[in-house]
């Protein structure tokens, strides 16, 4: 079980190397960006626990602490104002998944009402930039 997940984790990390040397290739056309969030982790075996439903207050971090990946094309830091390196600099920080509709939201520059900058990780590097 242990080696078939840990070929998931290779094959998705394959596959977004692949989209972003993609979308390498595409930037003189458009302004590119790849953000990828896993739903959730999994549980292989910690504890006799082999599974990934336990509610979150009982869940171990194992199956809470996920990989948020973002890239974004020079173009797209020009266009958006927002740096991978600001972006690295605030990778310790704590975020969940309630970040993720409101970080895509800004990094599209969506207007909307329901949108929330304090769930925005990537606002603070727009004002910055």
Do not use: F
């Given at each position: 079980m242990v080696n078939a997940y840990d070929?998931?984790?290779?094959y998705t990390d394959h596959f977004l190397a692949q989209a972003i040397?993609?979308?390498?290739?595409h930037d003189a056309a458009s302004?590119?960006?790849l953000v990828y969030l896993s739903d959730h982790g999994e549980?292989?075996?910690e504890n006799n626990l082999y599974l990934h439903g336990l509610p979150y207050r009982m869940a171990p971090d194992v199956q809470k602490r996920v990989p948020w990946v973002t890239w974004l094309s020079p173009r797209f830091e020009q266009q958006s104002g927002v740096t991978v390196a600001c972006l690295k600099a605030k990778a310790d920080e704590r975020a969940s998944h309630d970040h993720y509709f409101h970080t895509a939201l800004g990094l599209l520059g969506v207007q909307t009402?329901?949108?929330r900058p304090q769930l925005d990780l990537s606002a603070?590097?727009?004002?910055a930039g």
């Open positions: 070929n998931t984790i290779l040397d993609w979308m390498r290739t302004a590119t960006a549980s292989l075996g009402q329901v949108y603070s590097c727009r004002a």
